[in-house]
Each structure stands twice: as structure tokens, then as C-alpha cells.
């Protein structure tokens, strides 16, 4: 016996469009804020690999290497000596969303020693936020270690 094919009906189908659609229209919205708290994240991370460079260069060219933060700009330094007096060469990143705060370094500066640790006696950390260092949302705080300059992601912040 042959097998008898149902379609589906206009109405069924129209009824399935609409749920569709509305489905979509109450997920679009998260995925809008999926986005922007991953661009977020993002500059969160460029930040974090711009200090494992500048360590990174400081530990292979054994030159003390100078990181300064102003508005949405990073600036790598090497000097000839620790001195900080002989630039040899300098490196800017900008940042797309994020605006990092000045390191508490008291200087706003950071400094990384031939050897990768910093000049800091403790752990110097950095905030990243989206538009004024007082007002903005965190997006995430840094924490460098001194004696390894090693960059950790402070956790519960942002």
C-alpha cells in the first residue's frame, strides 16, 4: 500500500514564522550585549599581552623597559640602562574601547627590570575601564608580581 503524504498547511506555517520571530526578537538583544562585553574582554586581554611584551622585551634584549599609560594609549619604552636617560626604542598600542588607568605605582609608570621583575616593592596593579578612570565600569584589574613581573588577572574585579 502506498504511503500518503501530509503537507503542511499555510496556517501551520504562518504560525511557525511567528514564533520564530519572536524568538529572535528576544534573543538578538543578548547577543547585541554578547558582543560588546567580548570587545570588552578583548581590550581587557590586549592590555594583559602588552605587559607580558613589555617583559618579555625587557628580559630578552636585558634593557630596562618602561610602560606609561595615557587615555586609550600603551607605550613600551626600552632604555640603555635602568637609568632611564638613553631611549632606544618606543612602541604604541590603542586600545579600541578600553581606557586603562595609571598603574598605583605612584608614578603612574611601570618599569621592567633586565631581568622581568618591576620596580615595585608589591604588586602593581592597573584597571581597565570603558570611559573615565572615575566614573567608568571596570572591565578588570591587573596585577603584575614584583619579583617575576608576571601579569595575573585579578579575580572578582570587572
Do not use: H, W
Not at 598603574?103 to 621592567?112: E, I, N, R
Not at 601579569?151 to 572578582?156: A, F, H, L, N, S
Amino acid at each position: 500500500m502506498p504511503r500518503q503524504l501530509r503537507a503542511v498547511s499555510l496556517l501551520e506555517l504562518i504560525v511557525v514564522v511567528a514564533m520564530v520571530g519572536v524568538l529572535a526578537s528576544l534573543a538578538l538583544p543578548r547577543l547585541e550585549g554578547i558582543t560588546t562585553r567580548l570587545e570588552r574582554q578583548g581590550d581587557l586581554i590586549v592590555v594583559e599581552d602588552a605587559l607580558k611584551r613589555a617583559r618579555n622585551l625587557a628580559r630578552t634584549s636585558r634593557r630596562c623597559v618602561e610602560v606609561a599609560v595615557a587615555g586609550q594609549q600603551i607605550t613600551f619604552t626600552a632604555y640603555d640602562t635602568c637609568a632611564l636617560t638613553t631611549l632606544v626604542s618606543s612602541t604604541s598600542l590603542t586600545l579600541k574601547r578600553a581606557k586603562p588607568c595609571a598603574f598605583d605605582t605612584g608614578d603612574g609608570k611601570l618599569v621592567f627590570q633586565p631581568d622581568g621583575s618591576i620596580n615595585a616593592t608589591t604588586a602593581a596593579k592597573i584597571r581597565t575601564v570603558e570611559n573615565n578612570c572615575s566614573t567608568g565600569a571596570s572591565l578588570g584589574t591587573l596585577r603584575v608580581l614584583p619579583i617575576t613581573g608576571v601579569t595575573r588577572r585579578v579575580k572578582g574585579a570587572g
